[in-house]
C-alpha cells in the first residue's frame, strides 16, 4: 500500500488512544491519523471525510458492540470497521460480521505486524465488497433492462400473434370469397359452353361461316375462361381444406401417355415435339389420378406455353424406395436465377406487365406445388434462361390414406429450387 491512509480512531480513552495509534504508526504503513472520543462526533466525521479504516475501541461497560456498529451502518456509511475489545466473546463473532464488522481483535493481541496485518486484509476485502456491490447493482440494472426488454417482446409478440390471426381469418374469407365467385362462375360458363356447342352442331340449324366463326370463339373463350374458374375454385379448396382427393391404385404409364395425347393439339400448333420416355417397371400406383393428371397438365401446358422451338420430354422413372418420378423437360425460354425461387408462389409470374406474352394467371405451380405437398412428395426445377427447364415431381408410388385436408396447417416440404446448366 503506497499512498497514504486516513485512518479514523474511536477510543474513549485518551491512553489507549494514544497506545493504539502509537502501535499503528509502527506498522510501517504510511497514514494520517485522526481520533475521537465518541460515537456521535465518529459519524460527523464519518459522513465529511472519506476514510479507509476505522478503529473502534469505547469498552463502556454499559454499551454493546452490536448496537455501536448499528448506529454507524445505519448512517449509511461504508466504510472497514475493526473492532478492538478487551475480550470477544466467541458467541458473539458471527454476529459481529453479519452487523457489518470488517475485523476484530482482541487487546491482549495488539502488535504492528497484528495491525498491519489486520489494516491490509479489511482495505482488501472493503474493496472487494465494493466491486461486488457494484457489479450486483450493475446486473440488477441489466436485469431490469432486460425484464422490461422481455415485456416490450411478449407484447409484440402477442401483437404478432393477434395480427396473424386477422391475418389467417382475412386469409380464410379471401379463399371463401374466390370459391363462392368462382363457383357462382361455373354455372354461367357452363351454359355459354354448352349452348355455343349446341349452335355448332348440324342440328342446330343454318349458320354462316361467319357465324360460326364467331360460336367458335365463343366456344374456345368459354373453355379457356373455366379452366381458369376451375383454377381458381381448386386453389381456394386447398387453402380452406375442402379439397377432394380420392386415391385409388391406377396405371401411371396409361395416364401419362393419355394425358400427353390431350395435349398434343396444343403443341403441334406451335410445331412443338411432344416425347415420353417410361422407364417403369411396374406402373400402378396409388394415388389420385385426378390429381396427378393435374399436376402434369400444368407442367406440360407451362412447357409448351414457354417454348417457342424444340422438344417437350415426359419421363417417368422408379427411384428406390418405392418414389416415382415424374419430369417435364423443355427447350423453352427458361427461368433466371433471381425468379426461380418465386415461381411457386400464387399469382406470381416472370412477367407481370399487362402486354405479357404468355397468358395464365400464376396459379398453375402453387397447385402442383400444393399437390405435391400433400402427396407426400416434393418438386424440383432447374432452368438455365434460354435453354430451358426441367420440373421433377418426386412422388410416393403409394401415398397416405389419411391425407392431410388442410394446406394452411401442411409442414413446408424443402424446395429445391436451382438454376443448372441443362445438359
Ligand atoms: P402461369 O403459367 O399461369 O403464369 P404458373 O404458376 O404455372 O402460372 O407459373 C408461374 C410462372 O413461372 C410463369 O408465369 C412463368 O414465368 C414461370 N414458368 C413456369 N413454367 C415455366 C417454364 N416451363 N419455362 C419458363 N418459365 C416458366
Redesign the pocket.
Known amino acids: 500500500m503506497e499512498q497514504t491512509l486516513k485512518i479514523l480512531v474511536v477510543d474513549n480513552d485518551k491512553i489507549e488512544c494514544m497506545a493504539l495509534c502509537s502501535i499503528l504508526k509502527k506498522t510501517g504503513i504510511f497514514m494520517e491519523i485522526s481520533e475521537v472520543d465518541n460515537l456521535n462526533s465518529a459519524i460527523a466525521a464519518l459522513t465529511t471525510t472519506c476514510y479507509d479504516c476505522v478503529f473502534l475501541n469505547i469498552p463502556l461497560p454499559e454499551e454493546n458492540y452490536l448496537t455501536q456498529i448499528q448506529t454507524i451502518r445505519c448512517s449509511q456509511i461504508s466504510v472497514p470497521l475493526v473492532i478492538i475489545a478487551d475480550k470477544i466473546e466467541q458467541n458473539n463473532n458471527p454476529n459481529l460480521i453479519e452487523t457489518g464488522v470488517t475485523e476484530y481483535l482482541s487487546k491482549s493481541r495488539l502488535s504492528p505486524e497484528n495491525l498491519a496485518q489486520v489494516l491490509r486484509y479489511c482495505i482488501r476485502l472493503y474493496h472487494a465488497q465494493m466491486q461486488i456491490a457494484w457489479t450486483t447493482e450493475k446486473l440488477r440494472e441489466t436485469n431490469e433492462i432486460l425484464n422490461q426488454q422481455h415485456q416490450q417482446l411478449q407484447g409484440q409478440k402477442q401483437l404478432i400473434e393477434s395480427q396473424k390471426l386477422k391475418l389467417l381469418e382475412a386469409s380464410q374469407l379471401k379463399s371463401e370469397f374466390l370459391a363462392t365467385i368462382s363457383h357462382e362462375l361455373r354455372t354461367p360458363m357452363n351454359a355459354i359452353i354448352g349452348f355455343s356447342q349446341v349452335l355448332l352442331r348440324p342440328l342446330g340449324g343454318e349458320i354462316t361461316q361467319q357465324q360460326r366463326d364467331m360460336l367458335e370463339r365463343i366456344l374456345n373463350s368459354g373453355k379457356h375462361l373455366l379452366r381458369l374458374v376451375n383454377d381458381i375454385l381448386d386453389f381456394s379448396h386447398l387453402e380452406i381444406g375442402k379439397f377432394n382427393f380420392k386415391p385409388q391404385i391406377f396405371n401411371l404409364s396409361q395416364l401419362t401417355y393419355s394425358t400427353v395425347t390431350e395435349m398434343r393439339s396444343l403443341a403441334k400448333e406451335k410445331k412443338l415435339s411432344v416425347l415420353v420416355h417410361n422407364h417403369l417397371q411396374n406402373p400402378l400406383v396409388f394415388n389420385d389420378p385426378l390429381r396427378v393428371q393435374q399436376i402434369l397438365n ?1 407442367l406440360l401446358s ?2 409448351i ?2 417454348t417457342e422451338s424444340g422438344y417437350i420430354w415426359v419421363e417417368i422413372e422408379e427411384l428406390p424406395e418405392n418414389q416415382i418420378i415424374i419430369a417435364v423437360r ?1 427447350t ?4 433466371n436465377t433471381t ?1 426461380i425461387n418465386n ?1 411457386f408462389e400464387a399469382f ?4 407481370r406487365t399487362t402486354t405479357r406474352k ?1 397468358f ?7 397447385m402442383v406445388e400444393s399437390l405435391v405437398q400433400i402427396m407426400g412428395g416434393k418438386i424440383t426445377v432447374e ?1 438455365q434462361p434460354g435453354k430451358g ?1 426441367i ?1 421433377r415431381v418426386e412422388l410416393p408410388r403409394q401415398i397416405l390414406h389419411s391425407l392431410p385436408q388442410k394446406m394452411n396447417s401442411l409442414s413446408p416440404v424443402k424446395m429445391i429450387h436451382s438454376c443448372q446448366k441443362i445438359s
Not at 332 to 335: A, E, Y
Not at 348 to 351: M, S
Request: hydrophobic letters at 45%; a negative charge; glycine letters at 18%.
Open positions: 400444368n407451362n412447357a406455353k414457354f423443355d423453352g425460354i427458361g427461368i425468379d415461381i406470381w409470374q416472370v412477367d404468355y395464365g394467371i400464376g396459379l398453375g405451380l402453387a432452368s427447364s420440373f
